[in-house]
């Protein structure tokens, strides 16, 4: 909410991935703002768009300008009432949640659904909240820390019968920082059968045992590149960018100079 967007569009990012969006018990769909100074907003109830023109606009204006290097939204959710839903009253494309994410879809210009599940880890209803997904138009990521078992089953029942370009899993983020500071996303990769897009968390004054400068990325992206070709690299998280008044276009620049 407090992103500076000329800044996200020059900056050679071409993913944006909003941070976080919950579902509410009745399917409602509300975006938790964790940023002091704004409020969490309801997003979607009743089977429409209900978070307000201003923060349609803005979410729509960063991949809408001409000369933007961004061409891809994703929010990012955790995994609260998924399990209740998909049992009742289901997947289906009369329910509440179906319609509310189809509406979120258009209002924002959304592509993709980030799965950033860090507590639940519900196969089953992982699967039918991703295929429902699917149906609707989105693709679906995740961005995982931990539990590999987990997301390798995830990934190959929603990639079952799937090719490439038409995954419907078909980005893999991993958290390289903090719980995940000791992940090699080689590891992963060969696990997975597939590349993942290794992320470091921007410099920080919460935790600034994990913070990375923009040279310190580059040279674990570079590494991580050369031992396993990687597919991309990318930062946890805007918010720091601003708080700590860093560089959008040093951090861009690294991904850039690494994954031209
Ligand atoms: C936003 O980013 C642009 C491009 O880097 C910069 O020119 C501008 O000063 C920034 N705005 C603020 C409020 O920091
Ligand atoms: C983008 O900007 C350039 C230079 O101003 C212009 O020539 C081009 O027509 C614009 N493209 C779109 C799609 O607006
Ligand atoms: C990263 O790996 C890809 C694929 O092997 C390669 O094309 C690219 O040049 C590498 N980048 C650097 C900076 O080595
Ligand atoms: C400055 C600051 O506190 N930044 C954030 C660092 O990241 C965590 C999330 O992992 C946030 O809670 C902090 O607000």
């Known amino acids: 909410m407090k992103s500076n ?35 969490d907003v309801l997003i979607a109830s009743g089977g429409g768009y209900v978070g307000g023109d201003a923060l349609a606009e803005k979410i729509r ?10 061409d891809r939204i994703e929010i990012s959710m955790n995994a609260q009432n998924v399990k209740t839903l ?23 210009n959304l592509d993709a659904i980030n ?15 991703a295929k429902m997904l699917g149906n609707i138009g989105y693709r679906y990521t995740i961005a995982p820390y931990t539990n590999i078992r987990f997301w390798s089953t995830i990934k ?6 799937l090719k490439e370009p038409d995954l419907l899993l078909d980005r893999i983020y991993l958290q390289c920082y ?14 997975l059968g597939m590349k993942v897009v290794p992320l470091v968390w921007v410099t920080n004054d919460s935790k600034p045992s994990q913070s990375t400068t923009a040279a310190q990325a580059k040279t674990k992206f570079d590494s991580w590149n050369r031992s396993g070709s990687v597919s991309g690299g990318g930062y ?16 861009g620049d690294v991904l850039r100079s690494i994954f031209p």
């Open 115 to 129: 799965n950033d599940d860090e507590s639940i880890y519900d196969i089953a209803s992982t699967v039918a909240f």
């Open 86 to 108: 998909m049992g009742k009253p289901g997947p289906g494309e009369a329910t509440p949640l179906y319609h509310n994410f189809n509406a979120l879809k258009s209002a924002w």
């Open 61 to 70: 204006s960063f991949k809408a300008r001409n000369g933007s290097s961004v």
């Open 178 to 191: 903090d719980g995940g500071a000791q992940n090699e996303p080689r590891s992963w990769q060969s696990t």
């Open 236 to 251: 946890w998280n805007d918010y720091d960018i601003e708080k700590m008044r860093l560089s959008y276009q040093e951090y």
């Open 5 to 39: 967007t000329t800044a996200l569009q020059t900056s050679s990012f071409n993913t944006l991935i909003i941070f976080g969006v919950g579902i509410l018990s009745n399917g409602d769909i509300k975006y938790y703002s964790n940023t002091p100074g704004t409020n």
């Open 156 to 161: 190959t029942q929603l990639n079952n019968g």
